[in-house]
């Protein structure tokens, strides 16, 4: 760091009671008062550097205090000693209270050529601001003095030599031994290149309050040569050092809401202006920042109570990369503490809806044809080969579209796993989530079944029509073998849901024993029946049909069936409980108007006496027609 030092005479400053003095043969003539501290020196010295000084003993003799003095006591002594010879060091640590204090008592080259105002603004431009570290610190002590410091243009300065070594080739940065984290003075020109590349200022500059902060990355970022993922790697280290950590748990967060104390108060404006500062930052490119750091200052931004807008644009910049984030990364809480709801669903919905939006306006899959395309191909011309070239540019973006919506499906179901759990989670909501995600983008149905599950044994205290609902999401066919396993025992169903899985498993069960004939003239009479009572066509054949696929499910979402009993002994007994629920409604149903009955109702009558059997044989994979009865 470098450092100026000024006259040659010893310190003679000392203290006698409240009183500061000058050791000297001669008697003091001159009392000054600087922030209640009294000062015995002589005029003489003073005064032939300090033009302030000259014309108050002229205009006002009796005038010895000096109001609100830059710098306090320290900054005068500065001077004082100045003017008497004695020896001063200057440094990047006290330049700017020197230099306002200076500029306060004007000491000028009016009054004496090469006066104090001079020697600093030399020793500022031509060492201060050509070193890296004495840059930064000088910024930050401008801190103290603002409105001075911005008169004298000191922090203008000391952000445009900041900005030009960032945009500069790091073997021009002069850098101090106690500079970097990163890079010191010894380092060689290829190291410093390296060390560039990954922005070695970001962790330097994050020491910076987030004005000066805020106007230092606009200059930085002004220049133009800075790629965006540093800037954003910038962004997240600052992030990281100033904001408060995210993990809070909503009794902390309540506390401060709730607390009346204006230090308090004080401190959470401080860190939102900080957040909202750090949003408008963010660069504009796609990958400047990863889609985990967005979701953290999201999740930032519900703790502080950030601006809507500010959420907004969080929300959106989160959508054109959703396909990064992970289900831990969703787990936004809530913007009150006082809500019931473990996690702010609505911030998420918003994320999926801006998703779909942009996903809306990927370029169409089929090519674009005009007078050209009719022409015959060895006549074509380098314009249409030019339409091809961008037909097929069309077909990879939309390629990854497609792409990237498949994995957000997959996030989706397991971030509906995890809020399942949530027993204060409206059904409306977790339906609408449900159902945000294109139907084909689900290649299966596993992950969705599992968070309905959980849904449901959350909420115990669901109605028919309610569990109905929920179950309109799924789609029997593209459930796992696991999965219809488990759906077929599971006593949370509606009924429909349970027949709709044993067909699709049968289905699927005799096309694979019948090289792909589905033999649906095999099935009863009486199971058509309660099919076509559940609009389902038992003679239509793709219906039926099943795609095999491997399921995205990680180990810890696959269905375990080890632990089921047979479906012969407790299938049996599922099915008679929802047949005898669904029979007592329907006799309800009846009975209220006026003995008619039901379609539906007949087709449940339909059902042996012994369901056990019929469904066994219906659950049969290599059983002739022979055994049926």
């Given at each position: 760091?470098?450092?100026?030092?000024?006259?040659?005479?010893?310190?003679?400053?000392?203290?006698?009671?409240?009183?500061?003095?000058?050791?000297?043969?001669?008697?003091?003539?001159?009392?000054?008062?600087?922030?209640?501290?009294?000062?015995?020196?002589?005029?003489?010295?003073?005064?032939?550097?300090?033009?302030?000084?000259?014309?108050?003993?002229?205009?006002?003799?009796?005038?010895?205090?000096?109001?609100?003095?830059?710098?306090?006591v320290e900054a005068f002594e500065l001077?004082?000693?100045?003017?008497?010879?004695?020896?001063?060091?200057?440094?990047?640590?006290?330049?700017?209270?020197?230099?306002?204090?200076?500029?306060?008592?004007?000491?000028?080259?009016?009054?004496?050529?090469?006066?104090?105002?001079?020697?600093?603004?030399?020793?500022?431009?031509?060492?201060?601001?050509?070193?890296?570290?004495?840059?930064?610190?000088?910024?930050?002590?401008?801190?103290?003095?603002?409105?001075?410091?911005?008169?004298?243009?000191?922090?203008?300065?000391?952000?445009?030599?900041?900005?030009?070594?960032?945009?500069?080739?790091?073997?021009?940065?002069?850098?101090?031994?106690?500079?970097?984290?990163?890079?010191?003075d010894d380092d060689t020109s290829s190291?410093?290149?390296?060390?560039?590349?990954?922005?070695?200022?970001?962790?330097?500059?994050?020491?910076?309050?987030?004005?000066?902060?805020?106007?230092?990355?606009?200059?930085?970022?002004?220049?133009?040569?800075?790629?965006?993922?540093?800037?954003?790697?910038?962004?997240?280290?600052?992030?990281?050092?100033?904001?408060?950590?995210?993990?809070?748990?909503?009794?902390?967060?309540?506390?401060?809401?709730?607390?009346?104390?204006?230090?308090?108060?004080?401190?959470?404006?401080?860190?939102?202006?900080?957040?909202?500062?750090?949003?408008?930052?963010?660069?504009?490119?796609?990958?400047?920042?990863?889609?985990?750091?967005?979701?953290?200052?999201?999740?930032?931004?519900?703790?502080?109570?950030?601006?809507?807008?500010?959420?907004?644009?969080?929300?959106?910049?989160?959508?054109?990369?959703?396909?990064?984030?992970?289900?831990?990364?969703?787990?936004?809480?809530?913007?009150?503490?006082?809500?019931?709801?473990?996690?702010?669903?609505?911030?998420?919905?918003?994320?999926?809806?801006?998703?779909?939006?942009?996903?809306?306006?990927?370029?169409?899959?089929?090519?674009?044809?005009?007078?050209?395309?009719?022409?015959?191909?060895?006549?074509?011309?380098?314009?249409?080969?030019?339409?091809?070239?961008?037909?097929?540019?069309?077909?990879?973006?939309?390629?990854?579209?497609?792409?990237?919506?498949?994995?957000?499906?997959?996030?989706?179901?397991?971030?509906?796993?995890?809020?399942?759990?949530?027993?204060?989670?409206?059904?409306?909501?977790?339906?609408?989530?449900?159902?945000?995600?294109?139907?084909?983008?689900?290649?299966?149905?596993?992950?969705?079944?599992?968070?309905?599950?959980?849904?449901?044994?959350?909420?115990?205290?669901?109605?028919?029509?309610?569990?109905?609902?929920?179950?309109?999401?799924?789609?029997?066919?593209?459930?796992?073998?696991?999965?219809?396993?488990?759906?077929?025992?599971?006593?949370?169903?509606?009924?429909?849901?349970?027949?709709?899985?044993?067909?699709?498993?049968?289905?699927?069960?005799?096309?694979?024993?019948?090289?792909?004939?589905?033999?649906?003239?095999?099935?009863?009479?009486?199971?058509?029946?309660?099919?076509?009572?559940?609009?389902?066509?038992?003679?239509?054949?793709?219906?039926?049909?099943?795609?095999?696929?491997?399921?995205?499910?990680?180990?810890?979402?696959?269905?375990?069936?080890?632990?089921?009993?047979?479906?012969?002994?407790?299938?049996?007994?599922?099915?008679?409980?929802?047949?005898?629920?669904?029979?007592?409604?329907?006799?309800?149903?009846?009975?209220?108007?006026?003995?008619?009955?039901?379609?539906?109702?007949?087709?449940?009558?339909?059902?042996?006496?012994?369901?056990?059997?019929?469904?066994?044989?219906?659950?049969?994979?290599?059983?002739?027609?022979?055994?049926?009865?």
């Amino acid at each position: 760091m470098k450092f100026m030092k000024l006259g040659s005479r010893p310190d003679t400053f000392y203290t006698s009671e409240d009183l500061r003095c000058v050791s000297s043969e001669v008697s003091s003539d001159y009392t000054i008062e600087i922030s209640g501290s009294r000062y015995h020196l002589h005029k003489f010295p003073l005064l032939s550097k300090c033009l302030r000084l000259q014309r108050m003993c002229s205009e006002s003799p009796e005038s010895n205090q000096l109001p609100d003095f830059p710098g306090g006591v320290e900054a005068f002594e500065l001077c004082a000693k100045y003017c008497y010879g004695m020896t001063i060091t200057i440094s990047a640590y006290n330049i700017v209270a020197a230099r306002c204090a200076a500029e306060y008592l004007q000491m000028s080259e009016e009054v004496e050529k090469g006066n104090l105002v001079y020697k600093l603004e030399v020793f500022l431009n031509t060492c201060i601001l050509n070193g890296w570290r004495d840059s930064i610190v000088t910024l930050h002590t401008t801190k103290a003095f603002p409105l001075w410091s911005e008169d004298l243009a000191i922090t203008s300065r000391c952000i445009e030599a900041i900005a030009s070594k960032v945009l500069s080739h790091p073997s021009k940065v002069s850098l101090s031994h106690s500079h970097s984290r990163r890079v010191r003075d010894d380092d060689t020109s290829s190291n410093r290149a390296a060390a560039a590349s990954r922005g070695w200022w970001a962790e330097d500059i994050a020491e910076l309050g987030i004005d000066l902060y805020w106007r230092t990355m606009i200059a930085i970022k002004s220049g133009g040569k800075v790629p965006s993922s540093l800037i954003g790697d910038a962004l997240r280290v600052y992030a990281s050092k100033w904001l408060p950590s995210l993990q809070r748990n909503r009794k902390q967060v309540g506390k401060k809401e709730d607390s009346d104390s204006d230090s308090e108060s004080d401190v959470s404006s401080k860190h939102r202006l900080l957040l909202e500062s750090i949003i408008s930052l963010l660069p504009a490119e796609k990958a400047a920042v990863s889609c985990s750091f967005l979701l953290k200052l999201l999740k930032a931004a519900n703790i502080l109570n950030a601006s809507s807008s500010s959420k907004m644009e969080l929300a959106r910049r989160v959508a054109l990369q959703l396909e990064e984030a992970t289900v831990s990364d969703l787990l936004i809480p809530p913007t009150s503490y006082k809500s019931e709801m473990l996690y702010d669903v609505d911030v998420v919905a918003t994320i999926l809806e801006q998703f779909m939006i942009l996903g809306q306006t990927s370029p169409p899959t089929s090519p674009l044809r005009g007078k050209k395309g009719m022409m015959d191909r060895r006549q074509r011309s380098r314009s249409a080969e030019n339409i091809d070239l961008e037909f097929q540019e069309s077909r990879r973006s939309s390629s990854a579209s497609h792409s990237s919506k498949l994995k957000v499906a997959k996030l989706v179901d397991g971030y509906l796993q995890q809020i399942a759990r949530d027993v204060s989670l409206p059904l409306s909501k977790f339906v609408s989530l449900a159902e945000s995600v294109p139907e084909f983008s689900r290649l299966d149905h596993d992950d969705l079944y599992r968070a309905i599950d959980i849904y449901l044994k959350a909420h115990k205290n669901l109605n028919k029509s309610e569990r109905k609902r929920i179950c309109r999401v799924l789609d029997c066919k593209k459930l796992s073998m696991e999965a219809c396993m488990h759906a077929a025992q599971n006593e949370m169903l509606p009924l429909r849901v349970v027949v709709q899985v044993l067909f699709y498993e049968q289905a699927r069960a005799a096309a694979a024993t019948n090289n792909g004939e589905v033999k649906m003239t095999e099935l009863p009479s009486n199971i058509k029946a309660l099919l076509a009572a559940h609009n389902i066509d038992p003679s239509n054949p793709s219906a039926a049909a099943f795609s095999t696929t491997t399921s995205m499910a990680g180990p810890e979402d696959q269905w375990s069936v080890s632990g089921l009993k047979s479906p012969k002994s407790k299938l049996s007994g599922t099915l008679r409980s929802k047949l005898a629920e669904d029979e007592e409604i329907d006799e309800r149903f009846m009975n209220q108007g006026g003995g008619r009955t039901p379609s539906r109702f007949k087709a449940f009558c339909a059902i042996p006496g012994r369901p056990k059997k019929m469904f066994s044989k219906f659950l049969s994979i290599n059983r002739n027609s022979n055994d049926k009865n």
